[in-house]
């Protein structure tokens, strides 16, 4: 075998899962959903790797198709050397015992007709041993290892807790003797104090067997507690990825910033909750120009010359964002303008649009509903800002558009950052480009041209 | 000079009864089954003052959900009944209330929001006849003056455009929406009191965070009382004014946040911190919960516990003895007066620095 | 004596026998080696279908190989009509004669398929998980009119399968017509000739004729008992062909989807608009009413609405992580179905099953009842049919299969609701 120790044990070159968006008469592609869009990473044998990120950033697909229990759209998965996304249906079946999964929710991962001894069982007789005695031999031997009796083989999932369940997936995912683990969000379901006992029974087996364990987790507590390196997800893409110690005490990404902020200790004197982080993750089919992550981002690099707080500016571009994608609704914020005012509407037929109501009232109410100040800090921006209101009061949405397009284009929103490596981790954020040499910024300043 | 021995957790709270906003004494929910009487909550005792937030912080278990039911009654029923104990709300009793008070006590003074926004709303109506036909409910309003309370409530749930987001359906909101509007929803009545049934464990923690601050700032505008329920130390030391800490269906510690996280003084309580991943401490609890139907005497923790004695096994739970301050409350013999807590709160000991393996790790088998 | 009593013994490294395996030791590029071992009862399987194709390979190459091509022209050309020879089969050379069970008709073929799926299928399974079977049971017995359904149907089935094997079929006796039940009477001038005793111008029935006797003086008992495996076939074998085929259909369109599923359910939207009823009638005019041919059509062409329920209900649990667990452990897609999809949507099948069959039997009674069965049959249907027009004087006749025919549907359906109830394996116990 040409693989050897220092070699990784698993590597994965832009791994992608797009999801084809079917619609419309003839049932074609309409888009494609991102799900995951080109990560890559190493992972050397008898280590821990970890994906963090919120739910549908893509880190479920990734896990599932890194292993193509899903078939990946694009890129490169090896396995001590070998490309498994040109293995055929008999390679893949053998790479199987090489490569197992465990799943996030112990009530589905089981059949709840099949007994928990035929479960653990499952993956021995697909694999082809067809002597029974011997099956049922490691499947009690495994049942013990992981905490359980050999005389729970013959009962059904229902009569098992889910930290239990767990155990009985762990002992299903070590009958084929696998070098590689891929648990997705392995305790997510489970409480505390059995998420604590599970993550131990993983470490207990880990060193047992020497394997190597990807886990997935929205919990960067549990990341915490078992990874040595981890990636951050962020709709499709890692946005930085480090040691576990280090990500944790200095982390470099403000996406992983307001993520570590978010957890609440559990320490009533450290209330606050830190930055917050406004709004949903954007949809995976559209994914944000420049940096995926700048239209939440609470550190977005403001243009040159413009002096105004980072949570001023934030709040700007948050509205700039809605104005560009028309999810702002004029004549509904001139209804609820009318509610709130207390405006009679009585008399007007018909549903309330913005020529309705005082354009001062709409201003007042599209200030509150952005939170934006009455006054600037900086003047330049407050000019663009009252001309887009004055626009927007008049019903002129295209013209606030352009507008505020003119006039608040940061780096983030034109270039994509790219996933660099500095100081043994990585990290992707235009925060960072200034740091190296002068061409960069100046590159990424220059307009886009099409 | 020693502590005064409090009463048990029963009947402590008698005193207060009067101006609190809600006061639970000794209440007992049971479920009948074809295995026996299940009983979900066995004796709890706990008030909430108008204005702050209560956390019941327990396990799945617990029964701390099935406490938050037993509020309003809206548990199944059959085949849960409340055999004993009593609910004040107000001055008033809840056990004595008719159907159609209960109605009005529902989602008038008292709201209630869920962990799973997505099965609390309809997804066949939208999101404004919803939230319409909660203020309908309640109160006597014109269409008109319904629309526009509804508008005025997903404003300040934090929902822009209102109107416009009105004709949406429930599927067309994002989990962070949806729970927002469960809570516009919830607050339609101007409730006296919320209860929040785990609100924000279905959802990611940049969302959470969203979330818990705005049940804070909605709790300072309206003095409205919230009663969380959660599983999630972290959430509960971010929002609890007072903590109730539930262990198979009793309550096993009470008292001011701050105490509760600087001087945790139950076994049970001090396990649980150990076990957050932050601590850095692994194994969990060794042992398992005691069957709810046939629980075993003494404390319900004595078979788990590091500091269980023999006497820990017999007789009723002890009663709710005072820790430090006479609102901290512990229900452990290592606390009745004459005892010595410092055996508890002095010791290093922990669950993980056990011999896991003793105790069995599969300890959770039934 | 030996260390393995030390206390301290973790779980985890608990000492081996000798013999025993663990997970690490297994050499898989040996078992890659070796060929899959069957269990004893699926050799015996193999085995017995086997020998039951051949059989019927035998026969079938008996009725139509020799001359097939003179009798198809024949067939085409002639005007006259085919005689029907055996009970329910489509004439050919001859059928083959096997030892002890003499000549085999179709109908006889399907039914012993259809035990023959029933012993392996359902009562083997259920010995073998003593313990899924004894909890099924706890909760099936909950339902108390459905295990009398349970008790009613085993008494029904068992009589239908052995009693007419050694009892001759009714024969027509007119001398002996309209001979009152046991427990009845009717006026003196009814029956041509009262077997029971006679007193005070009454005919009373006697124990010759318990049941009493049709206008042709069949005795009920026994056409009864007949019925009784007419009805079971006719509800067992279409219930067989419906559940075969629309579980196959149902779950290989779910599982494979895109064109597969598309293609096998514009076919059943197709098949649903069929007018099975009138292909019936046609083939009565082209051959006569024949059991066979009634079975084989509704049970060919009825699975499409149970097909769809397969595959909404297919479609929902292969979206369920055990699912991808299997795709994991490196299933294959008949693996997948058979081990986890299948097991899986049973509940809704055996609901299906059991609605199935009643209906089959309805349907049979009323075909035979217009008059459109096999008449030699003694089915529950044409009994009823042969009193219907002496129901002021004989209203035995009509009556008494009417009775079983109600009780047995039923019995069927008290039985699909508590079985629904009880295989659930989520519900109780768990939580």
């Not at chain 1, 690099?301 to 104005?323: K, M």
């Not at chain 3, 029933?118 to 108390?144: C, D, H, S």
């Amino acid at each position: 075998m040409s693989w050897s120790r220092s070699e990784p044990i698993m590597q994965i070159e832009n791994l992608e899962k797009h999801y084809p968006l079917s619609g419309g008469l003839l049932s074609g592609e309409v888009g494609r959903v991102k799900a995951v869009d080109g990560i890559s990473f190493d992972i050397h044998e008898g280590e821990t790797f970890g994906i963090v990120g919120e739910s549908g950033c893509g880190k479920s697909t990734a896990a599932t198709s890194m292993i193509r229990l899903e078939e990946p759209t694009g890129g490169q998965v090896r396995y001590k050397g070998k490309d498994i996304t040109e293995y055929d249906s008999t390679e893949l079946k053998r790479f199987r015992r090489n490569v197992q999964m465990i799943f996030q929710d112990p009530d589905s991962s089981f059949d709840p007709r099949m007994s928990i001894g035929d479960a653990v069982a499952e993956p021995l007789i697909v694999q082809g041993m067809s002597d029974r005695k011997k099956r049922e031999a490691i499947v009690a031997d495994l049942l013990e290892r992981v905490g359980l009796s050999a005389s729970d083989m013959a009962r059904y999932p229902h009569e098992f807790s889910g930290g239990q369940k767990q155990r009985i997936g762990l002992a299903r995912a070590l009958a084929v003797n696998p070098d590689v683990i891929v648990a997705d969000e392995p305790v997510s379901a489970l409480d505390v104090s059995i998420q604590s006992e599970i993550l131990q029974l993983m470490k207990e087996l880990q060193e047992a067997f020497n394997l190597t364990i990807i886990v997935i987790s929205h919990n960067l507590g549990v990341i915490r507690e078992i990874c040595d390196r981890v990636a951050v997800m962020y709709l499709g893409e890692f946005v930085e990825v480090a040691n576990s110690e280090e990500l944790f005490n200095d982390p470099q990404h403000p996406y992983t910033r307001a993520l570590l902020s978010a957890i609440p200790t559990p320490d009533p004197r450290e209330r606050g909750l830190g930055v917050e982080l406004k709004g949903d993750v954007p949809d995976p089919s559209a994914p944000p120009s420049g940096c995926r992550f700048h239209t939440r981002c609470p550190e977005v690099i403001p243009p040159e010359n413009l002096e105004l707080s980072q949570s001023v500016w934030r709040d700007v571009l948050h509205f700039r964002q809605r104005v560009r994608d028309s999810t702002l609704n004029l004549d509904s914020v001139a209804e609820t303008a009318a509610v709130e005012e207390g405006i009679d509407t009585d008399d007007i037929d018909g549903d309330i649009s913005v020529s309705d109501v005082p354009a001062e009232t709409v201003i007042t109410q599209l200030r509150r509903e952005n939170n934006l100040p009455t006054e600037l800090a900086d003047s330049t921006a407050n000019e663009t800002l009252d001309k887009a209101f004055d626009q927007l009061a008049r019903g002129d949405l295209e013209g606030a558009k352009e507008t505020l397009e003119e006039s608040f284009m940061t780096v983030c929103e034109r270039d994509a950052p790219v996933l660099t490596e500095r100081e043994g981790r990585q990290v992707s954020c235009h925060l960072h480009d200034d740091v190296t040499t002068d061409g960069s910024m100046l590159e990424a300043d220059q307009p886009v041209s099409d | 000079m020693s502590k005064q021995p409090s009463q048990t957790i029963g009947t402590d709270e008698s005193t207060r009864s009067s101006n609190s906003l809600l006061s639970v004494s000794d209440l007992c929910t049971y479920f009948q089954t074809d295995e026996g009487v299940v009983k979900a909550v066995d004796g709890v005792s706990f008030d909430v003052q108008s204005g702050e937030t209560v956390a019941i912080v327990g396990e799945s278990g617990s029964g701390k959900t099935v406490t938050s039911e037993s509020i309003t009654r809206l548990f199944k029923s059959p085949p849960g009944f409340i055999p004993e104990g009593s609910i004040e709300f107000d001055g008033e009793e809840v056990n004595d209330m008719t159907v159609e008070e209960l109605r009005t006590l529902r989602g008038g003074r008292v709201s209630h929001i869920f962990q799973n926004p997505q099965g609390a709303l309809n997804p066949v109506y939208t999101i404004g006849w919803q939230l319409r036909e909660a203020i309908e409910l309640h109160q006597e309003v014109t269409k008109k003056e319904a629309n526009e309370k509804a508008i005025e409530l997903l404003t300040q749930v934090g929902i822009p455009e209102a109107s416009a987001r009105l004709g949406d359906y429930p599927h067309q909101l994002s989990g962070g929406m949806k729970q927002r509007v469960m809570i516009a929803i919830a607050l339609a009545c101007e409730p006296d009191l919320l209860i929040a049934d785990e609100p924000t464990t279905a959802l990611d923690v940049t969302i959470q965070a969203q979330i818990l601050k705005l049940l804070k700032s909605l709790q300072e505008e309206r003095d409205m009382a919230i009663l969380f329920i959660t599983h999630d130390l972290g959430v509960v030391a971010e929002v609890a004014d007072r903590v109730v800490v539930m262990y198979a269906g009793k309550v096993m510690e009470r008292g001011p946040v701050m105490e509760i996280f600087e001087t945790p003084s139950h076994p049970y309580t001090r396990a649980l911190l150990e076990c957050l991943p932050s601590k850095g401490n692994l194994g969990g609890i060794p042992g398992s919960l005691p069957s709810p139907i046939d629980p075993p005497d003494g404390c319900r923790f004595a078979s788990r516990c590091v500091f269980a004695q023999d006497e820990c096994l017999e007789g009723p739970q002890p009663p709710a003895y005072e820790a430090g301050t006479a609102d901290h409350v512990v229900s452990c013999i290592h606390y009745e007066p004459g005892g010595n807590p410092d055996i508890v709160l002095k010791s290093d000991a922990t669950v993980s620095a056990l011999d896991v393996d003793q105790m069995g790790v599969g300890g959770e088998n039934r | 004596m030996s260390v393995d009593t030390d206390p301290t013994t973790q779980s985890a490294n608990v000492r081996k026998d000798a013999d025993s395996v663990t997970f690490e030791d297994v050499n898989w590029d040996e078992i890659d080696g070796t060929a899959r071992g069957f269990t004893r009862t699926r050799i015996a399987w193999y085995a017995i279908m086997g020998t039951y194709l051949l059989a019927l390979l035998n026969d079938l190459f008996n009725r139509f190989a020799e001359g097939a091509y003179q009798r198809t022209v024949a067939f085409i050309t002639d005007t006259s009509r085919y005689q029907v020879e055996t009970p329910g089969f489509i004439p050919g050379a001859g059928p083959a004669e096997y030892p002890l069970v003499g000549e085999i008709g179709g109908v006889t073929w399907l039914w012993s398929l259809t035990l023959l799926v029933g012993v392996f299928y359902v009562a083997i399974p259920l010995y073998q998980n003593q313990r899924m079977t004894a909890y099924y049971w706890r909760e099936f017995k909950k339902n108390k009119a459905a295990v009398i359904s349970l008790i009613y149907l085993a008494i029904i089935f068992a009589i239908g399968l052995t009693v007419p094997r050694f009892m001759d079929p009714p024969e027509v006796e007119p001398v002996l017509a309209y001979q009152p039940p046991v427990w009845g009477s009717v006026r003196e001038t009814v029956p041509i000739q009262c077997v029971g005793p006679v007193s005070g111008g009454e005919c009373h029935g006697s124990w010759a004729h318990p049941f009493g006797t049709t206008h042709q003086g069949k005795d009920i008992l026994i056409s009864i008992v007949y019925g009784m495996e007419i009805s079971m076939q006719v509800g067992l074998i279409g219930m067989f062909l419906t559940i075969l085929i629309a579980t196959t259909v149902g779950l290989t369109a779910a599982y494979f989807g895109g064109y597969v599923d598309e293609i096998l359910f514009r076919y059943v939207d197709i098949q649903i608009t069929f007018p099975t009823f009138f292909l019936y009638l046609l083939v009565v005019y082209l051959v006569g009413g024949s059991l066979f041919v009634m079975i084989i059509i509704f049970g060919v062409l009825g699975w499409g609405g149970i097909a769809r329920i397969v595959r909404s209900e297919a479609l929902q649990r292969r979206e369920e992580e055990y699912i991808m667990a299997a795709k994991n452990a490196g299933a294959g897609g008949l693996w997948t179905m058979r081990r986890h999809l299948l097991p899986n949507v049973s509940n809704s099948v055996i609901t299906a099953a059991t609605l199935v069959i009643p209906g089959l039997i309805l349907a049979e009674a009323a075909l035979a009842f217009l008059g459109l069965g096999d008449p030699r049959l003694p089915s529950w249907g044409e009994t009823i049919a042969d009193g219907r027009s002496d129901l002021d004087r004989a209203w035995w006749i009509s009556t008494i299969p009417g009775v079983f025919l109600f009780m047995t549907i039923l019995a069927f359906n008290f039985l699909g609701d508590a079985l629904r109830d009880a295989l659930d394996p989520r519900q109780g116990g768990g939580e």
